[in-house]
């Protein structure tokens, strides 16, 4: 026999961590390979996550509603020692002795911080200067709903190993009356650090709507990404009049000998595919000083879900893809969408990210990049404006279907020339549109 750690799988290229919903399996019970263990939800989609062993449950390492991180260990199996023998087996899980010696040798080699409350190499984890806590996403969670910032719970007593914060820590001292609320720092910090500041403001009086889940991992991610990423946005104006008068005569004919709706989002998709090809260091993302210049040519597409919030299934190998394929790859993801039947798999992988705001009636609008992606594209809405056109006459003014396109892209590594000629050739192809195209 052998005991086998089965670890938070990886459910999405941007997710770094899933809460929990519920164990479908107990302590005790038996579970067999491809049997679903358990339920867990991240900012993007609730998902059932089978085991990918046979095995009795020895030890469940965490309860309903923790927050847990992608790779970490969440419950150990008693196997027969059959499985972990193959080769991919082994790849998503491994004996539990050799990963607890590998963990206490990290804990052991971890040095102590001498600066200020910081983010740690773990995108989840904080040390401080006064001691040796690093803050779990739960403990995190406590704080936020109890206004509690990162010095505040620097100055908590913490009872846990190695001197880590745990959750009966903090509820303990906000029992007592929260005594070093205002306690002064011992390390005096830097004059020319910048520090937010501690504003009161009046939020007023109403009817008082908790977030849902989903909506507080959107508003994380989002604030992360505004937080990571220096956001600039490029704006250009396309006019997508060949486009839309191909579209209106074909759709009848597309629908017939296909049996798929002809929406505008695959041919969207089609002309940024075509535009990612042409700069492909927009379809990137940072690691630390390196950049990632990604192979695949993934297109996500931000979806409104019934419950007004948003979600970004992936067209996978969007370039590849012909006209047809196109088309029924959007219509089953949105159709997905709107029926809350989404996987996992649907949304992973993004490389560049769409967002069709003309479908709200948007003009325009400043997206927030979809991390880790570097750029994100609005797409405003196709309405008809009197232009000057040049024609064999001259100058002229005519009705046509125009669409303001904006880009943000992240500076740190994406500069005005790439972003503003990147948006500029995706209106290109919008407007190079052509109407002769067979169906």
């Given at each position: 026999m052998s005991k086998v750690e089965f670890k938070m799988p990886r459910l999405g290229e941007s997710i770094t961590e899933a809460a929990i919903i519920t164990w479908f399996k107990n302590v005790g019970d038996t579970i067999e390979e491809d049997e679903m263990l358990l339920e867990v939800a991240t900012d993007k989609v609730d998902s059932e996550v089978p085991s990918n062993v046979s095995g009795v449950i020895e030890e469940i390492l965490y309860d309903a509603n923790a927050v847990i991180k992608i790779g970490e260990t969440i419950a150990i199996i008693k196997t027969d020692g059959k499985a972990s023998s193959s080769k991919d087996k082994s790849k998503k899980s491994t004996v539990i002795s050799s990963e607890v010696e590998k963990s206490a040798q990290s804990k052991t080699t971890k040095k102590k911080r001498t600066v200020t409350p910081s983010v740690a190499k773990d995108s989840n984890s904080f040390s401080v200067s006064n001691s040796n806590t690093f803050f779990s996403p739960l403990i995190i969670k406590i704080a936020k709903e109890h206004h509690i910032s990162f010095e505040e719970l620097a100055r908590i007593p913490a009872t846990g190993h190695e001197g880590r914060l745990r959750k009966s820590d903090v509820f303990s001292y906000i029992e007592d009356g929260r005594p070093y609320k205002f306690a002064q720092p011992v390390l005096q910090k830097d004059p020319t650090a910048y520090r937010i500041p501690?504003?009161?403001?009046?939020?007023?009086?109403?009817?008082?709507?908790?977030?849902?889940?989903?909506?507080?991992?959107?508003?994380?991610?989002?604030?992360?990404?505004?937080?990571?990423?220096?956001?600039?946005?490029?704006?250009?104006?396309?006019?997508?009049?060949?486009?839309?008068?191909?579209?209106?005569?074909?759709?009848?004919?597309?629908?017939?000998?296909?049996?798929?709706?002809?929406?505008?989002?695959?041919?969207?998709?089609?002309?940024?595919?075509?535009?990612?090809?042409?700069?492909?260091?927009?379809?990137?993302?940072?690691?630390?000083?390196?950049?990632?210049?990604?192979?695949?040519?993934?297109?996500?597409?931000?979806?409104?879900?019934?419950?007004?919030?948003?979600?970004?299934?992936?067209?996978?190998?969007?370039?590849?893809?012909?006209?047809?394929?196109?088309?029924?790859?959007?219509?089953?993801?949105?159709?997905?969408?709107?029926e809350n039947n989404l996987k996992a798999d649907d949304i992973k992988g993004s490389t560049f990210t769409i967002s069709n705001?003309?479908?709200?009636?948007?003009?325009?609008?400043?997206?927030?990049?979809?991390?880790?992606?570097?750029?994100?594209?609005?797409?405003?809405?196709?309405?008809?404006?009197?232009?000057?056109?040049?024609?064999?006459?001259?100058?002229?003014?005519?009705?046509?279907?125009?669409?303001?396109?904006?880009?943000?892209?992240?500076?740190?590594?994406?500069?005005?020339?790439?972003?503003?000629?990147?948006?500029?050739?995706?209106?290109?192809?919008?407007?190079?549109?052509?109407?002769?195209?067979?169906?």
């Open positions: 501690q504003l009161s403001f009046d939020k007023g009086k109403g009817k008082v709507i908790e977030m849902d889940r989903m909506r507080q991992m959107i508003a994380d991610h989002m604030v992360y990404s505004k937080h990571t990423s220096p956001h600039v946005t490029a704006y250009v104006e396309a006019d997508l009049t060949n486009m839309v008068n191909w579209r209106n005569e074909n759709k009848a004919v597309f629908q017939d000998k296909y049996g798929e709706r002809l929406t505008f989002t695959p041919l969207f998709v089609e002309a940024v595919a075509k535009a990612v090809k042409d700069f492909p260091n927009i379809n990137a993302s940072v690691d630390g000083k390196n950049i990632i210049v990604k192979e695949d040519i993934n297109i996500g597409m931000a979806t409104a879900l019934p419950s007004g919030n948003l979600i970004v299934p992936v067209v996978k190998n969007a370039d590849a893809k012909n006209l047809k394929e196109l088309a029924e790859n959007v219509n089953e993801l949105v159709n997905k969408a709107r705001v003309g479908t709200f009636g948007s003009v325009m609008g400043t997206p927030i990049i979809n991390q880790p992606e570097v750029a994100i594209l609005a797409l405003g809405i196709i309405k008809k404006r009197p232009e000057v056109i040049t024609t064999e006459k001259g100058d002229e003014i005519a009705i046509r279907s125009m669409m303001y396109l904006s880009l943000s892209f992240d500076h740190r590594v994406v500069d005005g020339f790439l972003g503003g000629s990147f948006v500029r050739r995706v209106a290109d192809y919008f407007e190079q549109f052509d109407v002769n195209r067979k169906i």
